[in-house]
C-alpha cells in the first residue's frame, strides 16, 4: 500500500487540554486486527535484556511484526494497552522508552492505557503491551 491517506480520524472534545503522546480517542474504518499482549523478548521467546527501553522496543517491534502478517503498518493502530510491573522503573525510563517508541512507531499516538501490574507471567518481563489496529479499506 503506497497510499498515504489518514487511516483514522483522532477523537479530541474541542475543550479538553491538549493530550501529550497519546489520543483520547480515535475512529477508523476497515479490518480489525487485535494483537495479543506482546513482551520484551524476540521471536525465539529469549529475553535478550533486562533494559526496561529495550523490552519497550522489542515488544513494540513484535506487535508490528504481527500487525505486519495482517498487511497492517504501525499507523494502523488504534489503541495500546500497556501492563508495566514498576511505575517508579517506568518514569525513571521515560527517554529510553520514548527513543523506543519512536524507533519503532515514529510520531503515530493511538488512545492508549497503561496500568501497573502485580506482576507478569514471564519473570523477566518489565512490560507488556497489546494492541487493537484497523486496517483501512
Known amino acids: 500500500m503506497s497510499e498515504q491517506r489518514t487511516p483514522h480520524e483522532v477523537l479530541h472534545p474541542a475543550n479538553w487540554k491538549k493530550a501529550s503522546g497519546y489520543a483520547n480517542g480515535m475512529l477508523a474504518q476497515g479490518r480489525t486486527v487485535w494483537v495479543g499482549g506482546q513482551i520484551g523478548w524476540n521471536g525465539d521467546q529469549v529475553f535478550e535484556t533486562s533494559d526496561f527501553g529495550e523490552q ?26 500497556w501492563y508495566v510491573t514498576d511505575k517508579q522503573e517506568y518514569l525513571a525510563s521515560l527517554k529510553g522508552i520514548g527513543d523506543a517508541y519512536r524507533s519503532v512507531l515514529g510520531r503515530h499516538f493511538p488512545a492508549m492505557t497503561m496500568v501497573q501490574v502485580a506482576d507478569l507471567i514471564e519473570d523477566e518481563a518489565k512490560v507488556e503491551i497489546e494492541a487493537t489496529a484497523v486496517i483501512p479499506d
Open 56 to 81: 519497550t522496543r522489542q515488544a513494540l517491534a513484535n506487535i508490528v511484526a504481527v500487525l505486519h502478517e495482517a498487511g497492517g503498518r504501525p499507523e494502523h493502530i488504534v489503541r495500546l494497552t
